[in-house]
């Protein structure tokens, strides 16, 4: 089993910056995928970011420039660097792990954001 623990939501003001950790435990394997998806109220759950295990990254054309995913590998952690915020990427931040074709969830961290 997998367990996936999120930190570092809140609230800031537009332009402002937030640092999202999602530290992943239990079975791990060497080659995984970690990412983060958002789900705004009434829309579906999209990927924010994801990068593998090598470093590879993609990213949603909406932050492209602003995010910045990130991973230690030796403490099976994930970030997701935040800058120059907008209020439309106020949502519930979740983190994704697969591997194996299995795909686990953390609980979600909110991220609001003032204009």
């Known amino acids: 089993q997998v367990q996936l623990v999120e930190s570092g939501g809140g609230s800031v003001q537009a332009g402002g910056s937030l640092r999202l950790s999602c530290a992943a435990s239990?079975?791990?394997?060497?080659?995984?995928?970690m990412a983060w998806y958002r789900q705004a109220p009434g829309n579906e759950r999209e990927l924010v970011a994801g990068?593998?295990?090598?470093?590879?990254?993609n990213y949603a054309d909406s932050v492209k420039g602003r995010f910045t995913i990130s991973r230690d590998n030796l403490k099976n952690t994930v970030y997701l660097q935040m800058n120059s915020l907008k209020p439309e990427d106020t949502a519930v931040y979740y983190c994704n792990l697969e591997q194996r074709q299995l795909r686990y969830w953390g609980q979600g961290t909110q991220v609001t954001v003032s204009s």
């Open positions: 239990g079975f791990i394997y060497s080659m995984n995928t």
């Open positions: 990068i593998t295990r090598d470093g590879t990254t």
